[in-house]
């Protein structure tokens, strides 16, 4: 059974930083793509960032762009997230999501992802 589990999130003044992790179990995600969504009460899972298997490949949406950075250690078969300059509009519960398979473009939309965590919270006062 695949399992990803986020950890690392809290609540944070604005400003200041934190690092999701998501670690994987079940199956090896070397080939395939991960990312992080995000959610807003009542809102749609929303795109974040993603980052392929090989070569290290990333996309950020642009809200997040020169704050956030994606990163994984496929050795570990974990995916983090640091996020810096953190801002209220950043408060959302944010997913780990994960291709089963290799695929030429790195998805950005929930549909595009196989597998899912729970979701963590992360909140960012002013």
């Known amino acids: 059974q695949v399992q990803l589990v986020e950890s690392g999130g809290g609540l944070v003044q604005a400003g200041g930083s934190l690092r999701l992790s998501c670690a994987a179990s079940?199956?090896?995600?070397?080939?395939?793509?991960m990312g992080w969504f995000r959610q807003y009460p009542g809102k749609e899972r929303e795109f974040v960032a993603t980052i392929s298997g090989i070569g290290g490949r990333t996309i950020y949406v642009d809200s997040v762009k020169e704050r956030f950075t994606i990163a994984r250690v496929n050795a570990k078969n974990t995916l983090y997230l640091q996020m810096n300059s953190l801002k209220p509009e950043d408060t959302a519960v944010y997913y780990c999501?994960?291709?089963?398979?290799?695929?030429?473009?790195?998805?950005?939309?929930?549909?595009?992802?196989?597998?899912w965590g729970q979701g963590i919270q992360v909140t960012v006062s002013s």
């Open positions: 999501a994960a291709v089963a398979e290799i695929r030429t473009d790195l998805g950005t939309t929930p549909g595009e992802y196989d597998y």
């Open positions: 079940g199956r090896t995600f070397i080939g395939g793509a």
